[in-house]
């Protein structure tokens, strides 16, 4: 058994399909095979099952795989630690970043250009991607990082909180029920309301919090749903109608559009932003440096939001 075969066992699984896992690891289908068979030769079991399509792991397969994902993150913790082991503690190496589309415009310009001066020898890549996307991602090491809207905690994912961004009303027309500036979710025209893609974690969060149920789909105004935060805004603006948005998009607002935005009355509804790492996560400086940086920069801007 050598750390090859392990890296070929992991890219079968990511890939279920044995051209495009050789393709992955620069190698011949030949070679794969044959070096997949020797593995399970010597582990006498069968770590694949050739005959579905894709091919899927066996029950013993999939307990392989884990440990084969295991010892591989060890390997890439020892080679990181040795390859960026400096006297004067210097942060440097590469961080794989995927952020949500709910976040990314209102987030990422308030603490990049100043954690890319005061650290030249960090190289930052960054991803937009949706939730779905970022543990796919995570799952596969095409990304060490997401920053996303946390949900239930699993063992698969470690999380570490950042901070509390609040959920506000924007609604550009005086209607009725909102006349008062602490308003109720039931204070809410649902048929005025519009609504992210499905695909955003922000919509659900919001069809959770109007009590809005998925059957009520065939409504004049979920018939054409927004690909992002500023897309949903100028439907609104449209159609004098209501959205629900993240506080930090309301920072770049002119004081025309915040005229329209209002406060929820207490419990204020809020999305707790975070970061998401798998569990074999190794670049744990560089995780505790992003950390920083980013309370560094949305700390006092939170604090001082006034509309």
């Given amino acids: 058994m050598n750390i090859q075969q392990l890296q070929y066992v ?9 051209q495009k896992a050789a393709a992955a690891c620069f190698v011949t289908p030949a070679t794969l095979s044959i070096m997949l068979k020797k ?16 091919i899927v792991p066996t029950e013993m397969g999939k307990i392989v795989i884990e440990n084969a994902r295991t010892i591989l993150s060890a390997v890439d913790k020892m080679q990181y630690e040795v ?15 995927g952020i949500i589309p709910t976040l990314a415009p209102y987030l990422l310009h308030l603490f990049i250009p100043g954690m890319t001066a005061k650290y030249p020898k960090l190289k930052l890549q960054l991803k937009e991607l949706r939730t779905q996307q970022i543990t796919d991602h995570l799952r596969k090491d095409k990304i060490d990082v997401g920053l996303i809207a946390l949900q239930q905690e699993t063992n698969e994912f470690k999380t570490h909180p950042l901070f509390r961004e609040r959920l506000l009303v924007f609604a550009p027309e005086p209607q009725t029920k909102l006349k008062s500036n602490y308003i109720l979710s039931d204070d809410i025209d649902l048929s005025k309301l519009w609504l992210l893609e499905e695909e955003h974690c922000l919509r659900s969060q919001v069809m959770n919090l109007c009590s809005l149920k998925k059957t009520n789909s065939d ?44 406060y929820f009355a207490e419990p204020e509804p809020a999305r707790e932003i975070g970061m998401i790492t798998y569990r074999h996560f190794v670049k744990e400086k560089l995780l505790n440096t992003l950390e ?16």
Avoid: C, W
Avoid at 42 to 51: A, K, N, P, Q
Avoid at 83 to 97: F, S
């Fill in 292 to 307: 920083k940086e980013i309370l560094s920069a949305i700390t006092p801007i939170l604090g001082k939001t006034s509309l």
């Fill in 219 to 262: 409504s004049e105004h979920l018939t054409f749903d927004a690909g992002s935060i500023e897309t949903l805004v100028n439907l609104v603006e449209m159609t004098n109608g209501i959205t629900i948005i993240p506080e930090l998009a309301v920072l770049a607002f002119t004081p025309e559009r915040k005229a329209g935005v209002k």
């Fill in 39 to 54: 593995l399970e030769e010597e582990l006498d079991t069968t770590i694949f099952d050739r005959s579905k399509h894709p």
């Fill in 83 to 97: 390859k960026y082991a400096t006297t004067d503690d210097e942060i440097q190496g590469e961080l794989r970043i």
């Fill in 10 to 18: 992991v890219a079968i699984d990511e890939q279920r399909h044995f």
